[in-house]
């Protein structure tokens, strides 16, 4: 089993910059990719941007403000965000896609709990 934990989420004005952590733990032998969802109130999930060893992939819509970075010793992922708009208020979501070798091996993706960004205008 493996647990992803986000944090630094919260309430910012509009332009201002915040920086989600998730950091995973537990049965992992190797994270394949790890990213970042977000959902809105009445739409649909969407991606934010994901990492793999040595790329990483952005939406459109945050292209240039928003950046995901990785330290793979602690298994973590970042996300920073600039220039927060209003509309990137949402629920955002870490993912994780990891092998565990375990026991018998397999691959699965977990997801974390959320962590709320509000951004006020």
């Known amino acids: 089993q493996v647990h992803l934990v986000e944090s630094g989420g919260g309430l910012v004005q509009a332009g201002g910059s915040m920086r989600l952590a998730c950091a995973a733990s537990?049965?992992?032998?190797?994270?394949?990719?790890m990213g970042w969802y977000r959902q809105a109130p009445g739409k649909q999930r969407e991606l934010v941007a994901v990492?793999?060893?040595?790329?990483?992939r952005n939406a459109d819509s945050v292209k240039g403000r928003f950046a995901i970075s990785r330290e793979n010793a602690k298994n973590t992922v970042y996300l920073q965000i600039n220039s927060l708009k209003p509309d990137d208020t949402a629920v955002y979501y870490c993912?994780?896609?990891?092998?565990?070798?375990?026991?018998?091996?397999?691959?699965?993706?977990?997801w974390g709990q959320g962590t709320q960004v509000t951004v006020s205008s």
């Open positions: 993912t994780a896609d990891v092998t565990s070798y375990t026991g018998p091996p397999y691959r699965r993706v977990y």
């Open positions: 990492i793999a060893e040595g790329s990483t």
């Open positions: 537990g049965s992992i032998s190797v994270i394949n990719t």
